[in-house]
C-alpha cells in the first residue's frame, strides 16, 4: 500500500455521499416545503413542532427517556464490569457471553421477553401476586417504569462493552498498591479505577443514550400508545398523516437533540482525558 | 483477586449484589422466552403451565406461517447483500484509513462512524423520502442500500482494528519482491486481516437480519421483512407463535455466536 491507498476510501465515500448525506439532506429540505416540487417553502412545521406543547412534550419525554436509560444500564453495568475485572477466566467469560449474546438477538425478541416479564400474567406480577405483596396485579406494561426496566436489559451490553474494554487496560497492581496504602475499597475506586473508566462510560453513555431515544419497536409495544415519544410520532406523521413535513422537522429535532447530547459527552470525555 | 479489609466489605458486598442482579436481568429474559415458547397456554402466562410444541410445529407449517417464511427469507437474503456489500467497502477503506495519521483520514473515519450515533428513524425516514423524490419504488435493492449504510460502520471497527495491527514492513517486502498491490492484498494483507473482516461480515449480517428503522419505512408488501412483521404480530392480536419465532432467533444467536468466538473470537473484538 503505498500513496494511492486513499483511493480505497473512495467507493464507501461515494456509498455514503449518495446514500447518507443525501438523503439527510433532503429530510432537512422536506422540512421547509410546502409541496412535494419544493416550489415552496415555508417554517410551518418548525413552528408546530417546536411551538406545540404537546409535540414539545414529546421532545422531553425522549429526551428524559434517554437519559433514564443510561443511569439505569450504569446502575447494573458498572458493578458487572467491576466483577468481570477482578474476575477469573470462566465467571470473565460468562460476563462476556452474557453481555453478547442479547446484542445478538433481534430487539424485537428483546421487547417480546419484556412482554411476557412484565404482562398481568408475567413473571413479575406472579412473583407479586404468590408472595402477597399485592393482591391484584399492577399495571407495568405501557408505563415509563416499566419501559425503563426493558431498556436497561435492552440497551446495557451498549454500556457493559466499552466499560469492560476501559476497565481491562487497567493494570490489577496499581489496585493492590492502592489497597496496600491504606486506601479504602471506596476511595480506591474514586480515585484509581473511576478517572481510567470515564472514556468507557462516557462511550457507553452516548450509545445507550442514541439507541434509547431512538428505540421506536420497545417504546411502542412496552411504553404503548399513551406515552408520546418521538419516534412514534414520526412514524405516525410519515406513514399514517402523510403530513411529511412536521415528519421531517421532529425526525431532525431528535437527531439535533441525540447529536447535542453526543457531543456534550464526547467534549466531556475530552475533558476528563486532558 | 483483592485482598479486602473489613471496612471495605458493605460496598464490595453492595457492588456483588449489583453485578449479580446485572447478570440476572442480562440473561433472565432471553432464558424466559426460551421456555415461554413451549407454554400450552394461548396467554403469555409465566411460568408455562404446561408443555408442548405445538408453536413451532405451527410456526414451521408452510401454510399457516407462510407470510412469516417470506418475511424471514427477504430477510435473510437482504442481510446476505449487505454483509457482503458492507464488509467489502469496511475492507477497502479500513485499508485506506486504519493506517494513515494524515487529518483527512481521521476526518474520513469519524465520517464513516457517523451512523452508529445518528437515530435511525431519522435515516429510515430520509431514505423513504430521497427515494419517493427520485421516483423509486419500494424494492429488494433500495433495503439492501439503506442496511448497508447502517451496517458499514460495525465491519469498519472490526477491520480498522486488525488492519492497524498490520506491520508496514510487511508489505512494504512483498512490493519490493515486486507483487502487484492486488496480488499483495490476496496473498499477504487479507490472511493477515481476515479475522477481523468474518467478524466484521458477522456483525454487518446481524445488523441488518435486526434493522427495523430502515425497514419500517422501506419495506412494502412484496419485501415484507421478519423485525416488521413480528413487531404487527405483537402490535395486534397476541399470537405465542411470536414465542416460538424467538425461540428459533435466540437459539440461531446464541449458535453463530458460539461458532463465531471459536473461529475468530467474536467476543474479544466486540468487548473493544
Redesign the interface.
Known amino acids: 500500500?503505498?500513496e494511492g491507498?486513499?483511493?480505497?476510501?473512495v467507493?464507501?465515500?461515494l456509498?455514503?455521499f449518495s446514500?447518507?448525506l443525501?438523503?439527510?439532506l433532503?429530510?432537512a429540505a422536506?422540512s421547509f416545503a410546502t409541496d412535494?416540487n419544493f416550489s415552496q417553502f415555508s417554517v410551518q412545521a418548525w413552528l408546530d413542532v417546536l411551538g406545540d406543547s404537546f409535540h414539545l412534550g414529546a421532545v422531553l419525554n425522549t429526551l428524559r427517556l434517554g437519559a433514564l436509560a443510561v443511569l439505569a444500564t450504569m446502575?447494573?453495568?458498572?458493578?458487572?464490569a467491576?466483577?468481570h475485572m477482578?474476575a477469573g477466566p470462566g465467571l470473565k467469560?460468562?460476563?462476556?457471553?452474557?453481555?453478547?449474546?442479547?446484542?445478538?438477538?433481534?430487539?424485537?425478541?428483546?421487547?417480546?421477553?419484556?412482554?411476557?416479564?412484565l404482562?398481568r400474567?408475567?413473571?413479575i406480577n406472579?412473583a407479586l401476586l404468590s408472595t402477597g405483596i399485592v393482591s391484584s396485579p399492577v399495571a407495568l406494561l405501557q408505563t415509563e417504569p416499566g419501559l425503563i426496566l426493558a431498556l436497561?436489559?435492552i440497551e446495557?451490553?451498549l454500556m457493559?462493552?466499552?466499560l469492560?474494554?476501559?476497565l481491562?487496560r487497567i493494570d490489577?497492581s496499581l489496585?493492590?498498591a492502592s489497597?496496600a496504602l491504606g486506601a479504602?475499597?471506596?476511595r480506591t475506586l474514586r480515585k484509581v479505577v473511576l478517572p481510567l473508566a470515564l472514556p468507557g462510560l462516557l462511550a457507553g453513555a452516548?450509545?445507550v443514550f442514541?439507541s434509547a431515544?431512538?428505540a421506536?419497536?420497545s417504546q411502542?409495544?412496552i411504553g404503548g400508545g399513551r406515552l408520546a415519544y418521538?419516534?412514534a410520532l414520526?412514524?405516525q406523521q410519515?406513514?399514517v398523516v402523510f403530513n411529511?413535513p412536521l415528519?421531517?422537522a421532529m425526525?431532525?429535532t431528535?437527531?439535533g437533540s441525540?447529536?447535542a447530547v453526543?457531543a456534550a459527552l464526547s467534549a466531556l470525555a475530552r475533558g476528563a482525558q486532558a | 483477586m483483592m485482598r479486602l479489609a473489613a471496612r471495605d466489605r458493605p460496598l464490595a458486598l453492595l457492588i456483588l449484589a449489583l453485578a449479580a442482579i446485572g447478570l440476572l436481568v442480562l440473561a433472565g429474559p432471553v432464558l424466559i422466552v426460551l421456555l415461554t415458547s413451549f407454554t400450552t397456554s394461548q396467554a403469555l402466562r409465566f411460568p408455562p403451565p404446561g408443555l408442548t410444541l405445538r408453536w413451532y410445529a405451527e410456526l414451521f407449517d408452510a401454510t399457516r406461517s407462510a407470510q412469516i417464511h417470506r418475511a424471514a427469507l427477504n430477510s435473510l437474503a437482504v442481510a446476505a447483500c449487505t454483509a457482503a456489500i458492507a464488509t467489502a467497502l469496511a475492507t477497502a477503506a479500513a485499508l485506506a484509513i486504519s493506517r494513515s495519521r494524515a487529518t483527512w483520514a481521521r476526518f474520513a473515519e469519524g465520517a464513516f462512524l457517523a451512523p452508529l450515533v445518528l437515530p435511525g428513524i431519522a435515516y429510515g425516514l430520509a431514505t423513504l423520502m430521497f427515494f419517493s423524490w427520485l421516483r423509486l419504488p419500494p424494492s429488494f435493492l433500495l433495503l439492501v442500500a439503506g442496511h448497508a449504510i447502517i451496517a458499514t460502520p460495525f465491519a469498519l471497527r472490526t477491520v480498522g482494528a486488525s488492519a492497524a495491527g498490520l506491520d508496514p514492513a510487511l508489505l512494504e517486502s512483498s512490493a519490493s519482491l515486486g507483487a502487484s498491490p492486488w496480488r499483495t492484498f490476496r496473498r499477504v494483507i487479507l490472511p493477515l486481516i481476515l479475522p477481523g473482516v468474518a467478524a466484521g461480515g458477522f456483525l454487518s449480517f446481524v445488523s441488518s437480519l435486526d434493522n427495523v428503522p430502515v425497514s419500517l419505512f422501506l419495506s412494502s408488501a412484496g419485501t415484507d421483512m421478519l423485525p416488521i412483521r413480528l413487531w404487527g404480530m405483537m402490535e395486534s392480536a397476541l399470537d405465542v407463535r411470536v414465542a416460538a419465532a424467538s425461540g428459533v432467533l435466540v437459539a440461531v444467536a446464541f449458535l453463530l455466536l458460539v461458532v463465531m468466538d471459536r473461529a475468530v473470537g467474536l467476543v474479544r473484538r466486540m468487548a473493544g
Do not use: C, H, N, Y
Open positions: 500500500m503505498g491507498a486513499w483511493k480505497l476510501a467507493p464507501l465515500g456509498a455514503q446514500f447518507f443525501a438523503p439527510l433532503l429530510l422536506t412535494e446502575l447494573l453495568a458498572v458493578p458487572l467491576l466483577l477482578v467469560k460468562i460476563i462476556l457471553l452474557a453481555a453478547v449474546l442479547p446484542l445478538l438477538t433481534s430487539v424485537v425478541v428483546r421487547t417480546f421477553a419484556w412482554i411476557v416479564i404482562g400474567e408475567g413473571v406472579t436497561t436489559q446495557m451490553p457493559l462493552l466499552p469492560i474494554a476501559a481491562a490489577p489496585l493492590d489497597s479504602s475499597l471506596f452516548t450509545l442514541a431515544a431512538t421506536f419497536i411502542s409495544v418521538l419516534p414520526v412514524w410519515a406513514m411529511w415528519a421531517a425526525a431532525l431528535l437527531m441525540v447529536l453526543a
